[in-house]
C-alpha cells in the first residue's frame, strides 16, 4: 500500500567512546562447519548472476569470466530462461577438444551449447533445505556430488526460480583453506579437516 505521508525514522547517536566497524563485502564472514548455510550462500535475488547465450562462442564465454571475474556462467535463453551452466572447468578441461574432434569441428568453432550443463543435468537445491543447514551439510553436498558450485531454488508448483549460489571456492576461501587452483577432492579434504577441527 503507498502512503501519503511517511514519518521519518527515529535516529541514534554514536558516544565518543564507542567503537564503530564499517561494512566491507570483500571481506566475508569467517565461516565454521556449524555456521548458518546462507553465509556463504551468493545471493542472486541481490547480486545478478554473469549471464552468456547458447550461441556464443568459448572463446566469447572465456572472456566474459575474465572480465567479470568469475568461473560460472548462467546460460540462458531467448526468453531469458535458465538452459544451462558453463563453469571454467568446462573450457579448460578435454572435453572442447573431444566435441570438437567429435564432430568435425576446431575449437574456435564450438559454442556454448556444445559444452553447458543443460537444465535436466543441473542439480539443484531447495531454498527451504538450505534455510535449516549449515556450512557442513553443503560442503558435504559438494562433495558427494563432485561439485564446485550449488544453485539454490525456491520452488513452487510448475516453476521453479534460481535465488542463490554455494561456489566450493568462496567456501575454502572463508573457511581458510589457501587456494592455489580449482577446488579438487584435496581441496575438499582440507575444507573438511577444517569442519572436523572446529
Known amino acids: 500500500m503507498i502512503r501519503e505521508h511517511y514519518q521519518a525514522l527515529d535516529h541514534i547517536s554514536a558516544q565518543a567512546s564507542d567503537v564503530i566497524g564499517i561494512s566491507d563485502p570483500t571481506r566475508p564472514v569467517k565461516l565454521r562447519a556449524d555456521s548458518p548455510a546462507f553465509d556463504a550462500m551468493t545471493d542472486l535475488r541481490k ?26 556462467l548462467f546460460v540462458k535463453n531467448a526468453q531469458g530462461h535458465l538452459c544451462g551452466l558453463l563453469t571454467a572447468a568446462d573450457l579448460a578441461g578435454e572435453r572442447a577438444m573431444q566435441e570438437a574432434q567429435n564432430t568435425g569441428r576446431t575449437v574456435p568453432e564450438l559454442t556454448v551449447a556444445d559444452l553447458m550443463t543443460e537444465v535436466p543435468d543441473i542439480e539443484f537445491l531447495e531454498f ?28 513452487q508448483p510448475g516453476k521453479m526460480q534460481v535465488v542463490g549460489l554455494f561456489s566450493a571456492t568462496q567456501i575454502a576461501r572463508q573457511m581458510g ?11 575438499f579434504a582440507e575444507i573438511e579437516a577444517v569442519v572436523a577441527s572446529v
Do not use: F, W
Not at 547480486?47 to 560460472?72: Q, R, W, Y
Not at 533445505?129 to 564446485?148: D, F, M, P, S
Not at 583453506?177 to 581441496?187: E, G, H, N
Open 47 to 72: 547480486v545478478h548472476p554473469v549471464s552468456v547465450t547458447p550461441a556464443e562462442t568459448l572463446d566469447e564465454a572465456h572472456s566474459t569470466m575474465i572480465v567479470c571475474g568469475v568461473k560460472l
Open 128 to 155: 527451504s533445505t538450505v534455510a535449516r543447514a549449515e556450512i557442513g551439510h553443503i560442503v558435504a553436498t559438494l562433495k558427494e556430488h563432485n561439485r564446485q558450485h550449488a544453485l539454490v531454488v525456491d520452488k
Open 177 to 187: 583453506v589457501p587456494l592455489s587452483a580449482p577446488v579438487r577432492a584435496s581441496t
